[in-house]
């Protein structure tokens, strides 16, 4: 009777098996594939960075040259300023000679030349002292006029170099911007290249795990061909992760806040008419059913390596404790939560820690 028993069951058995490994394979698969879009995304970001680098190290000579122009324009502008301010203290000296002299002249003018005429006993000294009064009388005025076209010159050659300076400060702030923002797009993708760096590491480790797992399955299937009866097999529920479906047909799911959840609890509320079936998200044990303070009726599923599912708020418990479930097999129905509303509390406990469910739930548009 037994061996009637046993050789009914192997068939079954060897079905669940084959199709766990077909679901091991699928997964691998689609693992290899997110892998090839992490290696192409991160090509494309490497790329890109070379080209901000590039760009980057132009707008660094380019800040390099502003600032030796604006070197040389700070040097021609204090050369600009001594140099005025050498003609000023010039001219501030020399205005006393110069004053006391064009007294001298004005006394000797309007009737006062018949003075120097009158004095002078040969006509030839009138001649010679006429003549110097005239050549001292040029230079002071050409030397006057010398100096105030200088003095302007340096005033118009202070406005142009203070002019080039104002352009020169908004292309140096204009340059700086820019800079800045490539180095802001260039921390970005840096990050984005880390981020894919961890997320290809966690697809290697999750694929490593999933092919142990596949192997596991392999073995397991030719035992099962050759007559033994192995352990029931199993499939490790971390490589699934953003692959699980939803234990409830319903896209309204909000984080959870309610009183009974764990402090650290990241588990989530999902909206779904009451008495809704509600599914195992992965293959396991049942370790718990029954009612539970907070969580109304509750089942856990124990997924091996301190990886559960809570199901809570349901309304009836179609399984009990020890119970083996299928991914997919309805454990219950939604039931009430505490604030009357209908709907499933559902948490993920992996490696003993509370994770956020939505991560490891399939993408809904």
Same mark, same amino acid.
């Given at each position: 009777?037994?061996?009637?028993?046993?050789?009914?069951?192997?068939? !079954?058995?060897?079905?669940?098996?084959?199709?766990?490994?077909?679901?091991?394979?699928?997964?691998?698969?689609?693992?290899?594939?997110?892998?090839?879009?992490? !290696?192409?995304?991160?090509?494309?970001?490497?790329?890109?960075?070379?080209?901000?680098?590039?760009?980057?190290?132009?707008?660094?000579?380019?800040?390099?040259?502003?600032?030796?122009?604006?070197?040389?324009?700070?040097?021609?502008?204090?050369?600009?300023?001594?140099?005025?301010?050498?003609?000023?203290?010039?001219?501030?000296?020399?205005?006393?000679?110069?004053?006391?002299?064009?007294?001298?002249?004005?006394?000797?003018?309007?009737?006062?030349?018949?003075?120097?005429?009158?004095? !002078?006993?040969?006509?030839?000294?009138?001649?010679?002292?006429?003549?110097?009064?005239?050549?001292?009388?040029?230079?002071?005025?050409?030397?006057?006029?010398?100096?105030?076209?200088?003095?302007?010159?340096?005033?118009?050659?202070?406005?142009?170099?203070?002019?080039?300076?104002?352009?020169?400060?908004?292309?140096?702030?204009?340059?700086?911007?820019?800079?800045?923002?490539?180095?802001?797009?260039?921390?970005?993708?840096?990050?984005?290249?880390?981020?894919?760096?961890?997320?290809?590491?966690?697809?290697?480790?999750?694929?490593?795990?999933?092919?142990?797992?596949?192997?596991?399955?392999?073995?397991?299937?030719?035992?099962?061909?050759?007559?033994?009866?192995?352990?029931?097999?199993?499939?490790?529920?971390?490589?699934?992760?953003?692959?699980?479906?939803?234990?409830?047909?319903?896209?309204?799911?909000?984080?959870?806040?309610?009183?009974?959840?764990?402090?650290?609890?990241?588990?989530?509320?999902?909206?779904?008419?009451?008495?809704?079936?509600?599914?195992?998200?992965?293959?396991?044990?049942?370790?718990?059913?029954?009612?539970?303070?907070?969580?109304?009726?509750?089942?856990?599923?124990?997924?091996?390596?301190?990886?559960?599912?809570?199901?809570?708020?349901?309304?009836?418990?179609?399984? !009990?404790?020890?119970?083996?479930?299928?991914?997919?097999?309805?454990?219950?129905?939604?039931?009430?939560?505490?604030?009357?509303?209908?709907?499933?509390?559902?948490?993920?406990?992996?490696?003993?820690?509370?994770?956020?469910?939505?991560?490891?739930?399939?993408?809904?548009?």
């Amino acid at each position: 009777m037994f061996c009637v028993l046993v050789t009914a069951q192997q068939p !079954t058995e060897r079905a669940r098996t084959e199709a766990l490994s077909r679901r091991a394979s699928e997964r691998l698969q689609s693992l290899q594939r997110e892998a090839d879009r992490l !290696t192409s995304d991160e090509k494309t970001l490497l790329n890109d960075l070379r080209k901000l680098e590039v760009d980057r190290e132009i707008k660094a000579e380019e800040l390099r040259q502003l600032a030796t122009e604006g070197a040389r324009l700070a040097e021609e502008l204090m050369a600009n300023e001594g140099r005025t301010r050498e003609l000023e203290e010039q001219e501030a000296t020399s205005r006393p000679e110069l004053r006391s002299r064009l007294v001298d002249v004005y006394k000797l003018g309007q009737g006062r030349y018949l003075r120097l005429l009158l004095s !002078t006993s040969n006509v030839r000294q009138v001649g010679q002292a006429s003549r110097t009064l005239a050549a001292l009388a040029k230079i002071d005025h050409d030397r006057v006029v010398s100096r105030q076209r200088t003095l302007t010159e340096l005033k118009l050659a202070r406005t142009s170099l203070e002019n080039r300076r104002r352009q020169l400060n908004v292309l140096r702030t204009n340059a700086e911007r820019a800079e800045a923002a490539l180095a802001q797009a260039a921390r970005a993708r840096n990050d984005l290249i880390r981020d894919i760096d961890s997320r290809r590491d966690l697809n290697a480790q999750l694929a490593a795990e999933l092919q142990t797992a596949h192997a596991k399955l392999q073995t397991t299937i030719r035992e099962i061909a050759s007559g033994e009866s192995p352990d029931a097999a199993s499939l490790p529920i971390r490589p699934f992760r953003g692959d699980l479906d939803w234990p409830v047909a319903s896209s309204a799911a909000r984080r959870a806040a309610r009183s009974g959840t764990s402090p650290t609890s990241t588990g989530i509320d999902i909206t779904a008419p009451e008495g809704m079936p509600v599914s195992a998200v992965h293959d396991g044990l049942v370790a718990f059913a029954g009612s539970f303070g907070g969580f109304g009726n509750l089942v856990i599923v124990d997924h091996g390596g301190q990886n559960f599912s809570l199901y809570g708020n349901l309304l009836e418990m179609s399984v !009990t404790k020890g119970d083996r479930v299928e991914r997919g097999q309805p454990i219950g129905g939604v039931g009430l939560a505490p604030a009357g509303s209908s709907e499933l509390h559902f948490e993920l406990r992996i490696d003993g820690q509370s994770v956020d469910p939505l991560q490891w739930l399939k993408k809904r548009p």
